[in-house]
């Protein structure tokens, strides 16, 4: 059973090379636009039904009761699975089919949040106890086993995109795709939250889990008509090839030569590049997520915004991010000759001062303008850190696994942030959690950082 069905997922072969250059051309343009407008879209999908969570944390607590630590156990339980699963799948992704891959894993995520919605129908909190557990109890760890099953399927998201966009896409042209489709992340954000929030205040929030799983389950079925794994898998040359990359070339001819554990053992687990990207990356995720989890609360909380007007705040989060996003592509390309480290620097001194200027903000709309600032300089950062810097300090054969790699300790991070963040409002306020992310933020400047000095180093010994 276990062999038929890792058969179903295998990478499909090679097949012979399309000699006619005109064939190849028209294809070519065909499939790219093809693979990456179905990327872009098919992972928007997934944050659909990730950060639905954001809205349904105040019904959540009005409904039952849980504290904020309590709630923080749901983002963990995602957090915790997706970053285990982010590498796990990552080594699978590296040699399975992305066709049947990326659907089947939105397929699954879409279930795990209709089952999550589902709970809360069939177990009520009351009296009743279960085994000498309150009811109330049994269905907060049924949600979160629902949601940490939904975190290691939407695990294999990330993976199998960064697969396409690495054979369907060359070192020069590459840089400036990620960065475009890595806006899907903000635009799948922005949905999530503007329309989970529609259907948790006009429906409740369990409407904010069933719609979305199942607008997941139509975009998977849309999902394998338009994908395709890699362009050999269609008889087209190497990317590289394609477009007459000689040093590309010579690299991908190298590591034809090595097993995939030698590629892995040599490009991830012994480079101190991919060890320091990985590292910093934990620390990214606290910010991203400790915004994008627990804004719309701080807003309700502390600046009394009602949950609409919470969500469209945190809206402009991903908006801005869009932008931010691609400025940190382009700068890092334009201005700084492909470095990426002092983007990064900047990125992160913006978010320390977005932070303490929305903290002492007392004009509202003012703050549509600081969380957007904050979504800017938050996803330069956690575009570049664990993804394009990854897969270039890595080699194409093992881009999924060396994203995966760093997606694991940045979800290290998340489950920091999610459970970190309820304890510290539990214990010592919202200027608890205020303080843990700019923390938080500084410790990543410092390895970042660290990280620029190595390389510069690096760079002169070579040149020695």
């Known amino acids: 059973m276990i062999k038929k069905l890792a058969g179903f997922f295998n990478e499909p072969p090679t097949k012979e090379v399309i000699q006619d250059t005109e064939t190849v051309k028209t294809m070519y343009e065909e499939w790219r636009w093809r693979i990456f ?49 982010k590498f796990v799948n990552g080594v699978i992704a590296d040699r399975a089919d992305v066709r049947k891959f990326l659907p089947t894993a939105l397929i699954m995520t879409a279930l795990a949040n209709i089952c999550f919605g589902l709970s809360a129908v069939f177990i009520t909190p009351g009296e009743a106890t279960f085994f000498g557990l309150p009811s109330s109890t049994i269905l907060l760890w049924m949600f979160v086993f629902f949601w940490g099953a939904s975190g290691w399927f939407q695990s294999a998201g990330f993976p199998a995109v960064a697969k396409s966009l690495t054979y369907w896409y060359s070192n020069s042209e590459r840089g400036t795709k990620w960065s475009l489709w890595s806006c899907s992340h903000q635009v799948g954000t922005f949905l999530s939250v503007v329309v989970s929030g529609f259907l948790a205040t006009s429906f409740g929030w369990k409407m904010a889990f069933f719609v979305p799983g199942t607008l997941a ?11 395709r794994d890699r362009p050999q898998s269609l008889g087209l040359p190497d ?12 690299s991908t001819s190298d590591d034809d030569t090595r097993t995939y554990v030698e590629i892995f053992k040599q490009n991830i687990l012994f480079n101190k590049t991919i060890w320091l990207l990985a590292i910093a990356y934990i620390f990214v995720y606290i910010i991203r997520f400790g915004a994008e989890d627990w804004i719309i609360k701080y807003l309700n909380e502390v600046k009394g915004d009602s949950l609409d007007l919470a969500a469209m705040k945190l809206g402009s989060f991903p908006l801005l991010g869009i932008a931010g996003t691609i400025c940190a592509g382009v700068i890092s390309d334009k201005i ?34 600081l969380i ?8 330069g950062p956690q575009m570049m850190i664990g993804g394009l810097c990854a897969v270039e300090s890595s080699s194409k054969k093992v881009a999924s696994a060396a994203t995966g790699f760093t997606g694991t300790f940045g979800y290290v991070g998340a489950v920091l942030s999610s459970g970190g963040t309820g304890f510290l409002v539990d214990r010592f306020g919202w200027n608890g959690a205020i303080g843990f992310w700019l923390v938080s933020t500084l410790i990543c400047i410092i390895i970042c950082t660290i990280l620029l000095i190595y390389e510069e180093k690096k760079k002169r010994n070579c040149k020695d």
Do not use: H, M
């Not at 998977?220 to 994908?227: C, G, S, V």
């Not at 913006?350 to 004009?363: Q, R």
């Open 37 to 85: 407008y179905a990327c872009f879209i098919g992972y928007t999908v997934f944050y659909l039904c990730k950060k639905n969570i954001a809205v349904a944390l105040p019904g959540l607590s009005a409904e039952y009761g849980y504290t904020n630590t309590e709630l923080g156990l749901l983002g963990s339980s995602l957090y915790l699975t997706y970053g285990i699963g």
């Open 217 to 227: 389950i139509i975009a998977a079925i849309w999902l394998f008509d338009r994908l």
């Open 239 to 250: 990317i590289e090839t394609y477009n007459n990359e000689p040093s590309a070339q010579k």
């Open 336 to 369: 700084f000759k492909g470095q990426r480290a002092p983007v990064n620097l900047i990125y992160l001194l913006g978010v320390v001062l977005s932070l303490v200027l929305l903290k002492f903000n007392t004009i509202s709309n003012l703050d549509f303008v």
């Open 372 to 379: 957007g600032l904050l979504g800017a300089f938050t996803y």
